[in-house]
């Protein structure tokens, strides 16, 4: 009995013991998770950027966002590119007019008076001149009288009031605080100038220095009607910025009185033709001054660039802002106020809007534009045969953290060339880097003196994007 009790007991557990696996640590299980939210995020980005691209055109054309939006150009035409397209290249370097001189002689001697056409040619003169006696042409005076002279004015108003319609009032308002913690508003009134419709926007351009700061910017057009106007580039070194005004926030019945300004020429100015000046050329939107060009061929340089300036006799005002047209009502230039040197500081002076089209290009188009990173001189004819050179620009700073510097470019070297294509001044220099894209490699050619002697080096230059 007691054998069989003490058998029951050993069969008997008291205590079970079981082996599990040993448990995963807490900051292990965060790591996994962590991964597991890395990797669903980077698909669900994935799977959210296709379906982005694939919609949004779709989704534009269907609601007709920037439907109609085009690219905006401004061609013009330098007096190298205009002798080109008056000389014909298969005629010899003859003009059209010559080749066609040349092709009425029928291969005639026009100086050969033993010719057949020569003598007809006397015959028929000499018959007409007997038949037909010279027509004496009497002259009467007519003195102008003052309403000739109030004519000619209401012709040049006439001339400004078509052309206002391309102008604009822009008002911005900035707000800050001042010493003792109250908000205020400053707010700043200009003239600004319509440069393009790229079907969506109206372009204009107005003085940087009036707007950049602005929480909000206004613009009144010549018919009343205001729209809010929004910033899309700028240029510090020709205080000028572009913005943009939506063509739906203008009623639509008012649109068709609202033109751009036609942008002319001012390769061909000549000293004494006459302009009006529009915008607030005395410092009072809505002015405008009469006048003529005083001077021409001063130049004014920048960073990677030169820019063309000229002068004119209207009261200079240090508030006067706006734009030069000439009696065709073309825009011929922009008056400014950041580019004037000691000696034409007192003298109202204006950008040539010919070498201020690809610049406008670019603003208006809110496109990537290229910095190299120097400011240079073109070079005179004696300082090029100084150096035994035939082309070529001075580089007189380099600016800091620029590509040029980078590079290796020190003050006082000569660009030569950019990708093998010869450097005859800075309006040359910049349409070509002009050619490349931000991140661009380019290679330059240039002449470095020493106190002994002067030698080429190569150098590679990596385009940056200008920071405005």
Same mark, same amino acid.
């Given at each position: 009995?007691?054998?069989?009790?003490?058998?029951?007991?050993?069969?008997?557990?008291?205590?079970?013991?079981?082996?599990?696996?040993? =448990?995963?640590?807490?900051?292990?299980?965060?790591?996994?998770?962590?991964?597991?939210?890395?990797?669903?995020?980077?698909?669900?980005?994935?799977?959210?950027?296709?379906?982005?691209?694939?919609?949004?055109?779709?989704?534009?054309?269907?609601?007709?966002?920037?439907?109609?939006?085009?690219?905006?150009?401004?061609?013009?035409?330098?007096?190298?590119?205009?002798?080109?397209?008056?000389?014909?290249?298969?005629?010899?370097?003859?003009?059209?007019?010559?080749?066609?001189?040349?092709?009425?002689?029928?291969?005639?001697?026009?100086?050969?008076?033993?010719?057949?056409?020569?003598?007809?040619?006397?015959?028929?003169?000499?018959?007409?001149?007997?038949?037909?006696?010279?027509?004496?042409?009497?002259?009467?005076?007519?003195?102008?009288?003052?309403?000739?002279?109030?004519?000619?004015?209401?012709?040049?108003?006439?001339?400004?009031?078509?052309?206002?319609?391309?102008?604009?009032?822009?008002?911005?308002?900035?707000?800050?605080?001042?010493?003792?913690?109250?908000?205020?508003?400053?707010?700043?009134?200009?003239?600004?100038?319509?440069?393009?419709?790229?079907?969506?926007?109206?372009?204009?351009?107005?003085?940087?220095?009036?707007?950049?700061?602005?929480?909000?910017?206004?613009?009144?057009?010549?018919?009343?009607?205001?729209?809010?106007?929004?910033?899309?580039?700028?240029?510090?070194?020709?205080?000028?910025?572009?913005?943009?005004?939506?063509?739906?926030?203008?009623?639509?019945?008012?649109?068709?009185?609202?033109?751009?300004?036609?942008?002319?020429?001012?390769?061909?100015?000549?000293?004494?033709?006459?302009?009006?000046?529009?915008?607030?050329?005395?410092?009072?939107?809505?002015?405008?001054?009469?006048?003529?060009?005083?001077?021409?061929?001063?130049?004014?340089?920048?960073?990677?660039? =030169?820019?063309?300036?000229?002068?004119?006799?209207?009261?200079?005002?240090?508030?006067?802002?706006?734009?030069?047209?000439?009696? =065709?009502?073309?825009?011929?230039?922009?008056?400014?106020?950041?580019?004037?040197?000691?000696?034409?500081?007192?003298?109202?002076?204006?950008?040539?809007?010919?070498?201020?089209?690809?610049?406008?290009?670019?603003?208006?188009?809110?496109?990537?534009?290229?910095?190299?990173?120097?400011?240079?001189?073109?070079?005179?004819?004696?300082?090029?045969?100084?150096?035994?050179?035939?082309?070529?620009?001075?580089?007189?700073?380099?600016?800091?953290?620029?590509?040029?510097?980078?590079?290796?470019?020190?003050?006082?070297?000569?660009?030569?060339?950019?990708?093998?294509?010869?450097?005859?001044?800075?309006?040359?220099?910049?349409?070509?880097?002009?050619?490349?894209?931000?991140?661009?490699?380019?290679?330059?050619?240039?002449?470095?003196?020493?106190?002994?002697?002067?030698?080429?080096?190569?150098?590679?230059?990596?385009?940056? =994007?200008?920071?405005?």
């Amino acid at each position: 009995m007691s054998d069989e009790y003490n058998n029951k007991d050993n069969n008997f557990s008291f205590i079970q013991e079981q082996i599990t696996s040993k =448990k995963k640590s807490r900051w292990k299980r965060m790591l996994l998770s962590l991964v597991w939210t890395i990797v669903l995020g980077c698909i669900f980005g994935v799977i959210a950027g296709v379906a982005f691209c694939i919609s949004v055109p779709k989704l534009n054309g269907f609601l007709n966002v920037n439907k109609d939006k085009k690219t905006v150009e401004f061609p013009t035409m330098s007096p190298d590119d205009e002798h080109k397209d008056n000389t014909n290249p298969d005629s010899g370097g003859l003009t059209e007019e010559n080749k066609e001189n040349t092709e009425g002689n029928n291969g005639q001697d026009p100086g050969n008076e033993n010719s057949t056409g020569g003598e007809n040619t006397n015959e028929g003169t000499a018959g007409e001149q007997a038949h037909n006696p010279e027509t004496v042409v009497i002259e009467k005076f007519i003195p102008a009288t003052i309403e000739d002279y109030s004519n000619i004015y209401a012709e040049l108003r006439s001339i400004a009031n078509h052309a206002n319609r391309s102008m604009v009032t822009v008002t911005s308002v900035s707000k800050g605080l001042d010493w003792f913690k109250n908000e205020y508003e400053a707010i700043k009134v200009t003239s600004g100038v319509i440069v393009a419709d790229n079907g969506a926007e109206l372009l204009i351009l107005v003085s940087l220095d009036k707007i950049k700061e602005a929480n909000s910017i206004k613009v009144t057009f010549f018919n009343s009607i205001e729209a809010e106007g929004a910033l899309k580039s700028y240029d510090t070194d020709l205080n000028i910025a572009a913005i943009g005004v939506k063509l739906k926030d203008i009623p639509e019945q008012n649109r068709k009185d609202i033109k751009p300004a036609k942008l002319g020429e001012s390769f061909a100015l000549v000293v004494g033709t006459p302009i009006i000046a529009l915008g607030n050329p005395n410092g009072y939107v809505g002015s405008m001054e009469l006048g003529a060009i005083t001077s021409k061929g001063n130049s004014a340089y920048i960073t990677d660039n =030169k820019i063309e300036l000229f002068n004119t006799d209207i009261n200079d005002n240090k508030n006067g802002e706006g734009v030069i047209i000439n009696l =065709k009502g073309e825009v011929i230039g922009i008056i400014t106020q950041v580019l004037k040197d000691e000696v034409n500081e007192n003298v109202n002076t204006a950008i040539g809007i010919s070498r201020m089209k690809k610049i406008i290009e670019s603003l208006v188009n809110n496109q990537n534009r290229v910095y190299f990173g120097i400011k240079g001189i073109d070079m005179t004819a004696d300082a090029l045969e100084k150096a035994g050179i035939v082309s070529g620009i001075s580089v007189t700073e380099v600016e800091p953290e620029s590509p040029a510097l980078e590079a290796g470019l020190k003050s006082g070297d000569i660009i030569l060339t950019v990708n093998e294509t010869p450097i005859s001044s800075m309006n040359s220099f910049y349409n070509i880097i002009s050619l490349y894209e931000p991140k661009a490699p380019i290679h330059i050619t240039v002449k470095r003196g020493t106190k002994n002697e002067a030698k080429d080096l190569t150098l590679d230059v990596v385009l940056e =994007k200008k920071n405005n």
